[in-house]
């Protein structure tokens, strides 16, 4: 077998560092736990409170209904020509116009913050600038490149760090994500979560389907499946046992909430599979089919979540009523409304600026379509997208995002959701972490299951499988392959937080990120006692999200190029 | 046209059956509303900008008019959190169109022309400010939040309404000389009598915002006004020379991605305007003359990158300014707007015309640029609210006249103004680049 280099299978510095990170967390969670429970026992045992709290999640502002008009004020009779309008309702903004700031010469009658010193003006801009370049600079194309390099998902390549930049700077101490920017910048997650699950969505071409191996819809169910009902299982038993004392334990927010973290755990990455093809561990054309069955994981997570929000209406009193059943034929009906809506508008634009206009409006519009009905955006911009991509005559499927324009835009909308995301993560919450190594376990236990179950229902153990049918490799190089967790797993929680907002106080960020950062560590460490020392110089791992447009037809190796006279990458 | 037509009466059916799913106790989450109302906005002023151009009126009354229909004082389509939640989006066109601004002052080039431009903006906001200030004193017997206040109070009061009302807007001359591609004398110098203005502007309404306090009391505050006043002029300026430095390294040393940045960049602005109590125009505007003057960026390149990003920008913050402005105000005071909206043109373009002959401008200068001063938006709008916060025992009364001028003012100036920039020929010298209307270079993903 060729040489691997090292670094395909070292765990990466930035990795150990931000375990290290959670490591720090940990503890100074648990230790605010322990206070809090010392407090409410005895609180003169508690000497001080070691570190200043969190600045608490920013709480959703509710919708009110409109502003009624105001009725017209009759006319005063010694007062003829200007009748006074006591108190008109002035909606607007004012910051609608230049110079409109100038207004707080006279600033807001409340208590006055201290001004701003030159130290804070620089400290604020400076920061929130370089958070936004950064996001900006890992599009970039030498970015990208390592992270194909190094053959790693994008939730813990490039993504991590940006969770970790969000946690840190929205701490009061360092105040560039106060509370104000972070109100400002939260619609950014629900376009965010449009814009994935339409990016999912338009991958799924239907006209494909046809031509994958027999077997791999299959495969993916089983596997999948299997995974979220051990973990979903597991997580409802732990959550039942950990849940606080005082509080009354809803057993239908236990389903729900079981469900979502059985779904999170579903998702893997087609990076682990690339990389096990590369590294000789798996068959190229068996790595090649299991990539296939990973990204096809993401529309188990994404029914997953449209069946919760259809069973768990998260609005109460709406107007429109109707069974369970009804809820998730209108989520689709209203991805299909919204796909054809897209499709429509993008087809009549007519230069490329309005092309990109419409297509970031109309993603907008669906996903906030969609968390105004209390539907995960995830879910219905995934229909949508899927419909986009297959209606006939449109452009072949994946083609939607992909083109240069948007291409650019892509990542650094992802960086920027990575870095809200880690800011509203607030990881002090003890059932996080107790609930983090059973998930981890879980998840693992749940793929090895999947993957087996998958194997006998192929039939792959007993001889005369039909030529091109689904095959999966080896039990324990496919369920390593299929470790790395997908950034959709992510972009499952946040729907789940932005839907339901009291859902288990911040622990299943603490779950899914720390499960995904402690899953691609076990997968590289085995990875690498697998395949021994050897090192195939000059190949790249070519690893990427099935968000990132991972085709896994596609397993020519872009960067960087093979030197002369280097094996090529097996096919 | 027709197709413009029904793509919007699509999305406003859309939309109107997404906003009767709330029953009377229903909340929904802010977030997915501001991302509703956003995503809504973008495709229906878009729509109506190309009904506007079909019936050759400017895009941006098309923006105005879907804005104002579909506001909480009409349809109701949009509720008023909802375009509260879209300030950020707001202040970023704010930036952005700023930073425009400030990258096509070049003011080597724009030097012959500094004597006009000065000459018609201190005149004609001297005559517009005294006019409406004399308009206030003559009817304040019989206008309701005046008639209690004392000869003192009285100026004050007229002297800040005399700034409120005597105000430009930038957003909307920038906004339709980049629809438009309008380039010549004609719009340089509006472009620098506006900017000029607005700066004017806000010194003058910081001195009349002090004297109020001196007045009538108003609310007590720490640091004095003109101390304020200073840590925002200057603050601004120091914070967008930071911005200017920011994007010459990424220009020199980046360049992949420039509008996202100069957007990130715009909302910095915005988030650290807010914060810190600067000016997002200010800070925008000093770091697109610090680009273009003193670091030698060229503002051709940044207006050229900023293109992408232009038409969903300016079509949600216009829609956004249509649907702040308030129709039941106007109903009730609409004879006192149209006086003073008269007052306030004929001012403003005499004073223009004065200013112009007394620095020999060109003819066409003369003739059309007058127009520019016609609209207004934001700028008094923002400033109204303040006062009516802070003195409510006459600010409100008085944000109430300045919002029915602004809304006559906001409708009829684009209008007036475009015809201006047509008359005198300058339309769409700039090239087919700035026009928004060019032909499809590549086309919608539609193909095989």
Redesign the interface.
Known sequence: MAPVPLQLVRPHAWTIALVALLCCLAPQSARAQLVDAATMTDAADVPDVPDAPDVPDVP????????P?????PD?PD???????????????????????????????TP?AP??N?G???R???G??AI??L???A??PSVRAWERRSGLAMVTGSGLPFLALGLVARRPEIGIL?P??LQ?L??L???GL?WIGFRVGTDFDLRQVERWPAGTVRAMAIESGSTALVVGVISASVLALVHPPGEALVAANVVRNAVIIGACAAVSAPTGARLMGLLGLLEPSAARKLRRVAALDDVMALLAVALVTAAFRP??????QLPPLGWVFLQVGMGV??GL?IW???????????????T???????????????FS?LAVCFVSGMTAANVP????AG??LS?P?FR??ER?IYMAFFVVVGALWSPHDRRGWIMLPIYVLARAAGKLLGVRAARVALAESSEGALPGAMRLGPSTSTWLALLPSSAVSIAVVVSAR??YPEMLKGSLETVVIGGALLSELIFRVSARALAGHGTRPGEDAVGALSIDHDDPDDDRPTLPSLPPGAPKAPR | MIRSLILLILVVALMGSARSFLGPGAVASSDAGTALAFGFLVLAAIQSGEIAAALRLPRLTGYLACGLACGPSAAGLLTAPMISSLKLVSSVAVGLIALSAGCELDLKHLRPRLRSVASIAGISLVLALVAVAALVMALSPWIPFLRELTPPQRQVVAFNLGVLIASLSPSVVLALLSESGAQGPVSETSLGVVVLSDIAVIVLFGIGSSAAQQVFGGVHEAISPATKLAIEIFGSIAVGALVAVAIRLWVRHVRRGLVLFILAVCVVAAEVGSRLHLDPLLINLAAGLILQNVLRVSGEEIAHALEPASLPIFAVFFALAGAGLDLAVVRTLWVAALAFAVVRGVALSAGALAGARLARAEPVVQRWAPFALIPQAGVSIGLAEILGRHFPTWGVGARALVLSVVTVNLVLGPVLLRMALVRSGEVGKKGAAADLSAPATAPAPTAG
């Open positions: 959703d502002v509710p919708d009110v209904p409109d502003v008009d105001v009725p017209d004020v005063v007062a003829p020509d200007v009748p006074d309008v006591p108190d008109a309702p002035a909606v607007v903004d004012a910051s609608v116009d230049a110079g409109a700031s100038a207004a707080t010469i006279a600033s807001p009658p006055e001004p701003p030159a804070t003006i620089a604020v801009t400076l929130l600038m936004l370049a996001a900006l600079l599009g970039h106060s104000s920017v400002d939260r619609p997650l629900e376009f449009g609005i109460n009193g709406s107007a429109w409304g919204l809506l429509v508008v993008v087809r009549n634009a007519r230069n490329p600026n309005e092309d990109v206009a419409m970031l409006g109309a993603l907008a519009f669906s996903a906030g379509m969609a968390g105004y009905v209390g955006p005559g449109s452009a072949a083609s939607w083109r324009r650019d835009l650094p932005s839907s």
